[in-house]
């Protein structure tokens, strides 16, 4: 994620979170909304995916195709 949307963070999305100090916000928000989307089986987790995927679960591409 970081390669493909580096020059359009903002400063706001490179500053670290007071809670997570070792991490930038745009890497804690997207790790926020991928959990959030496997819990509503959007998303496949981790370990069906693999690290660094994010695979659609059937219900994921009903959404997807639903708003395209």
Sequence with gaps: MEEAFHGRFTEEDWRSPSERSFEANWANRTSFERNTMVKEG???PVK???RGYWALTH???ALYRQHS
């Design 42 to 44: 959007l998303l496949q």
């Design 48 to 50: 069906s995916a693999g």
């Design 59 to 61: 219900a994921g591409w």
